[in-house]
């Protein structure tokens, strides 16, 4: 496995100055954020000479791009907001070839108008599911017609928040170019501890074949309603357990730390490296 960072953990003005920094960290290997290159999120401020740029800056530090963050609700409400969502995935997805990444992120959503990563009680309804269901779907033209994998990551506080919901949209939409991001801290997240094991070996056995890209943040045990994650090696996951899933589950590509701040990065690493 390669051992990642998401770009956007080290906040500075410039593509060159992040990407500098994700070097001198120790990285090669990154998810990425079109906000790294100075962009806003909307389509229209950034074309193919940035996304060219992007992979130009990245290939000249040795950087790998492993994937690049394309989430929005698709699980809002409005059914306006949703096609604006899908309009801003079509032109990252355009995009991609010129970046050389072939991996797009997803999350399900949430039916919360102001925040897709809150909770709400209807998230678990027929037409939050509906809803999701038909984004999800008119996402995969997209992915088929820019040659990219969408690959979706299971969020305690979304639509889609465990394993057996993701298994249920893959078996649903049955498509090649739906994957999975495996998170073993999201796919514990509300859990009692003493389940973390069994849950993290039935997500694996039902995903296995699906998983893209693994995701690295902690969480604590016992810490109130809410998750509290953590920087990896400052929570209770058992890390060595999660590499030996991951591994057993034939997985061997980039496994990416997120949920840190920059000076906690580099600990995190050495925690990882030792293990790996």
Not at 28 to 35: E, L, W
Not at 150 to 165: F, G, I, Q
Request: glycine fraction near 8%; charge should be negative; charged fraction near 25%.
């Amino acid at each position: 496995m390669r051992i990642g960072i998401f770009a956007k953990t080290f906040k500075r003005d410039s593509l060159a100055e992040t990407l500098d920094a994700v070097r001198a960290h120790g990285f090669a290997s990154m998810q990425f954020n079109m906000a790294c290159a100075g962009m806003a999120s909307m389509p229209e401020r950034y074309d193919e000479a940035v996304a060219l740029r992007v992979r130009e800056e990245a290939a000249g530090r040795g950087i790998a791009i492993e994937a690049v963050s394309g989430t929005f609700n698709m699980a809002h409400p409005d059914p306006a907001a949703r096609a604006e969502g899908l309009a801003r995935l079509e032109h990252l997805a355009a995009m991609c070839v010129h970046m050389d990444v072939r991996i797009v992120t997803l999350g399900s959503g949430s039916r919360d108008p102001l925040d897709m990563w809150k909770a709400h009680p209807d998230n678990r309804s027929a037409e939050a599911w509906r809803d999701m269901l038909d984004c999800m779907a008119r996402a995969l033209p997209i992915a088929e017609r820019h040659g990219v994998v969408l690959a979706l990551e299971p969020e305690a506080a979304n639509v889609v928040n465990d394993a057996r919901s993701a298994r249920r949209l893959l078996d649903t939409l049955q498509s090649r170019h739906l994957k999975i991001v495996f998170d073993a801290a999201n796919l514990v997240a509300g859990r009692d501890c003493a389940s973390w094991s069994g849950t993290l070996q039935e997500a694996a056995d039902l995903l296995a074949e699906e998983i893209v890209l693994a995701h690295a943040k902690d969480i604590r045990a016992g810490a109130g309603s809410e998750p509290a994650f953590a920087a990896v090696g400052q929570g209770d996951l058992d890390f060595a357990g999660y590499l030996r899933l991951l591994r057993t589950a034939g997985f061997d590509g980039p496994l990416v730390m997120h949920g840190l701040e920059e000076r906690e990065a580099a600990g995190s690493l050495a925690f990882l490296q030792n293990l790996h």
